[in-house]
């Protein structure tokens, strides 16, 4: 079991033949992801030959993909001006899970394709994030499938540096599905979203949330883990040393006054009986210690 993405998720990729989508997808071929299509309407009707041996069919568009295949998860790799007509695209088709992986998504574009999806049958993950794996059985995006093993525990990140060293850290344990969420101010899935999930998912027992400074998203989760969690939250919000008023890393990390800074995200989180790390590693040393007390209960 795993959150959104399984061994049987069909991935489709809008944007496969071009140089980024070329490269990840034959990342994602060589850790078992089941990519049955490429979406471009210019190379419709044509095949490409990946290293490993697989020919992938070309679509002409995510429809068209899904009819064929039965797709049920698209991968955007396509520029950021074209980004906001390949997700309405996917949402038009209904695909179940929409991974916008592309950075440099101008901000009305984003909030227009996901009001857009509000109310429709399409999740979307992003965008300017590393999307999501599930390890062992798939991977939708950029993250490496060898940093980390199959487990038990769930990770949702607003970073994809520290979705990776997290991963890597907590290797001997392992995950059941590690979520990027991303960065920007407008993002479709959230760390509710995920956190919901993975209470509800068997085979998660505990949970990682990695948050940053700017916005209120991590202080909203920690409201909803105190009234809905039941599993053992550990977080890190990244961005103690960020000076006040500057736009820091991801477009979303600024801080005014008192509210957005990662002292008053730790606070709340903590408020909730999370356990904040105050580096990457003291939060991985955190959920190894967490890991242990149920094994040792079990």
Known sequence: MAIFLTKDSKVIVQGMTGSEGMKHTTRMLASGTQVVGGVNPKKAGTSVTFPEGQEVPVFGTVKEAMDATGADVTVIFVPAPFTKSAAIEAIDAEIPLCVVITEGVAVRDTAEFYNYSLGKKTRIIGPNCPGLI?????????????????????????????????????????????????????????????????????????????????????????????????????????????????????????????????????????????????????????????????????
């Open 134 to 298: 599930s390890p062992g059985q798939s991977n939708a995006g950029i993250i490496p499938a060898d940093i980390s093993g199959p487990g038990r525990i769930g990770l949702v990140s607003k970073s994809g540096t520290l979705t990776y060293q997290m991963m890597f850290e907590l290797r001997d344990f392992g995950f059941s599905t590690g979520v990027g969420i991303g960065g920007d101010p407008i993002i479709g899935t959230s760390h509710i979203d995920c956190l919901e999930a993975f209470e509800a998912d068997p085979d998660t027992d505990a949970i990682v949330m990695i948050g940053e400074i700017g916005g209120d998203a991590e202080e909203r989760a920690a409201a909803y883990i105190k009234e809905h969690v039941t599993k053992p939250v550990v977080g890190y919000v990244a961005g103690f040393t960020a000076p006040e008023g500057k736009t820091m890393g991801h477009a979303g990390a600024i801080v005014s006054g008192s509210s957005g800074t990662a002292q008053a995200k730790k606070e709340a989180l903590e408020a909730a009986g999370v356990k904040v790390g105050k580096t990457p590693s003291e939060t991985a040393q955190l959920m190894r210690e967490v890991m242990q007390g149920l094994a040792a209960k079990g």
